[in-house]
């Protein structure tokens, strides 16, 4: 089984997805580990990434999928979870054709569902330790001692940049302008499945895990 991972940022996609590699015996397949790895390895692909890389653009589509392509024929008849990719319609399209040229094809896209006001407090909750980076949040995972890290005593616990409303609010904004229509784009094929996304983790797992039985 090949999946998609959809849903905005903050909505729990990680650790899902380590549930479900778990369940299905899948491999994570992430893009920016590939870009990394393809980059260290000096390959053509990897040398061509790192150009647009350097000259802080994205990387275009077609390379990304080339990537992803090699990949997939090594993997053969694993199961993968897909991580980060694809975020817009013409990423799906491109996938889409990489596959079906593979012989391959995407079986399922689950969405994770919450609302927007959900993210912005369960992101804005979190803090971080300056000095080890170990991360909290202080709605469900908060340090042991207020303020103070669990890891390694450091006194004085920050919000990260990425963390804070106006960003995380404009980062909902990014998503449901370019990511947001893959839903439109999946429900057409038939292989989107939307799952509720607010709850705990063990609900929300239970609820992913139904959709894969």
Known sequence: MRVILLGPPGVGKGTQAQFLMDE????????????RAEVRA???LGTKAKEFMDA??????????GMIGRKMQDLGDKAVIFDGFPRTVPQAEGLDKLMESLNMKVDKAIELTVDDEVVVKR??????????GAVFNLLFAPPKQDDVCDKCGHVGLIQRDDDKEDTIRNRLKVYHDQTAPL?????T????VQV??????????????AVVK
């Open 196 to 209: 509720e996304g607010d709850g705990t983790i063990e609900e929300v797992r239970d609820r992913v895990l």
């Open 42 to 44: 000096a390959t053509e």
């Open 56 to 65: 802080g653009k994205l990387v275009p589509d077609d390379v990304i999928l």
């Open 183 to 187: 839903s439109n784009y999946y429900n």
């Open 24 to 35: 299905l015996k899948a491999i994570q397949l992430s893009t920016g580990d590939l870009l």
């Open 189 to 192: 094929q038939g292989k989107l």
């Open 123 to 132: 992101l804005s909750s979190r803090r971080s330790c300056p000095q080890c």
